[in-house]
């Protein structure tokens, strides 16, 4: 009989250990999750760099702390810095999605990542991530159609292969052959969807606004204005917020 109740109470407390540990992990994820949405970066890395210390294969865990490594990374001081912060959002998002391939964060994240390292790489280097970039993305949408980043990264980058001079598309077609698309129409209905998915988000009329002034059609000069004054509307709610909206109004100002 005590042999039982023994039993029966070292079961209870290992139980009650393991249940208090799982607990513990939920809130902090779901501590994690709420600081990201607020977009108070370092502190949410701390929670999701802890949690994977944990759970290294976590689908969240992973995408989460590659996202947050490549805008944090935007912030940081010096060019190789920066690389380096988005080497890491990279190894990340690779293994999420080596682990994860039917994930669509994880994709997302990767390709972000990618765009990063990209942004102020040499043309050598744009030319060798752009496919690479241009079907994580649409692999993200045909995962999840209503992942806003995915369209906005796929609006910069028709942007950029519109913005190819001859010897940059003469390098693209020496490499790819070709690569489909890469028009300033494709750049303006991608922002247009993005902002459709996150009306909040100021970073995508701004987006928008620059590839009207990058197309320069007729009333294009108008479009962009009327997106950019639609975007300082916005309710300011972050840091990220604020920032945005004022790109959004220095833009305006200089056009």
């Not at 005590?2 to 607990?23: D, N, R, Y």
């Not at 080497?87 to 999420?96: I, M, N, Q, S, T």
């Not at 992942?147 to 010897?167: C, K, Q, V």
């Amino acid at each position: 009989m005590h042999k039982v109740l023994l039993l029966f109470f070292f079961t209870f407390i290992v139980g009650t250990s393991w249940s208090q540990e799982g607990k513990t992990e939920l809130q902090k994820f779901h501590q994690g999750e709420k600081l990201q949405q607020e977009k108070k970066w370092n502190d949410a890395l701390v929670i999701f760099k802890e949690l994977l210390k944990g759970d290294s294969s976590n689908i969240e865990y992973l995408w989460r702390t590659s996202y947050i490594h490549s805008i944090l990374g935007a912030e940081q001081k010096s060019e190789s810095a920066k690389q380096e912060w988005y080497k890491k959002a990279a190894y990340l998002g690779k293994k999420a999605i080596t682990q994860h391939p039917q994930n669509a964060k994880a994709h997302y994240a990767y390709a972000v990542s990618l765009g990063r390292m990209t942004e102020f790489a040499s043309n050598k280097t744009k030319i060798d991530n752009a496919k690479l970039i241009k079907s994580e993305a649409e692999l993200t949408i045909k995962l999840d159609p209503k992942t806003a980043g995915a369209y906005h990264i796929l609006g910069r980058w028709h942007r950029e292969i519109a913005g190819f001079n001859i010897f940059e598309r003469t390098m693209v077609k020496a490499i790819f052959g070709a690569l489909p698309g890469g028009t300033y129409d494709e750049s303006i209905k991608n922002f247009e969807r993005a902002i459709l998915l996150e009306p909040l988000n100021a970073i995508h009329y701004y987006e928008l606004a620059q590839s009207y002034l990058a197309r320069d059609e007729e009333d294009d000069v108008q479009n962009a204005k009327n997106w950019l004054i639609k975007a300082t509307q916005i309710q300011v709610k972050s840091v990220d917020d604020k920032n945005n909206k004022s790109k959004c109004e220095k833009l305006l100002k200089e056009i």
